[in-house]
């Protein structure tokens, strides 16, 4: 079954994402969709598989490593408090993992709550914009970097 996550890969891959961040061992980083909480990150598998029991031995070590490598860059460059990690699958099943940095300026009622938990009007309100975000999307590839070597886009 062909999902976005394919899409947005083959994109990646061909320099055409304007969301993705750097190119990892196990996939690409990408900035997500909607940046309601500034910097929440995507970690697409590369080569695509189904879920992560698809995975075996290193591939398996290398994407979950890589997930929090992500999440340690988040905390260096955002300010966040703690970083949340989910890899669901339900809607689109290919590999894929959401890396949300938390923050202490969050209301009180959805800050102890899963990201996804927050109102439709909320997660729709911080549209993911290229110009807005290049920088931060720069500073989060640096912060890989400075953890995994070159970071190759």
């Known amino acids: 079954m062909r999902t976005v996550i394919h899409e947005r ?16 061992s196990s996939g690409w980083a990408v900035l997500g969709d ?3 909480l500034k910097g929440y990150c995507l970690l697409l598998s590369n080569p695509t598989v ?34 949340n990690y989910e890899i669901l699958g339900n809607l689109d099943p290919a590999l894929h993992a959401h890396i949300f940095p938390r923050y202490v300026t969050e209301p009180e009622a959805h800050r102890t709550a899963p990201p996804m938990m927050y109102p ?17 999307m720069e500073r989060i590839a640096a912060a890989i970097q400075r953890r995994i070597g070159d970071c190759g886009y």
């Open 9 to 24: 890969v083959e994109a990646a891959e061909e320099g055409t994402n304007p969301k993705a961040i750097c190119r990892m």
């Open 34 to 36: 909607s940046q309601y």
């Open 50 to 83: 189904s879920d992560l029991n698809a995975l075996e031995g290193m591939a398996r070590t290398r994407f979950l490593s890589d997930m929090a490598i992500i999440g340690d860059a988040l905390l260096e460059v955002t300010g966040a408090i703690r970083i």
């Open 120 to 136: 439709a009007e909320v997660k729709d309100s911080v549209p993911f914009d290229r110009d807005r975000d290049f920088s931060l």
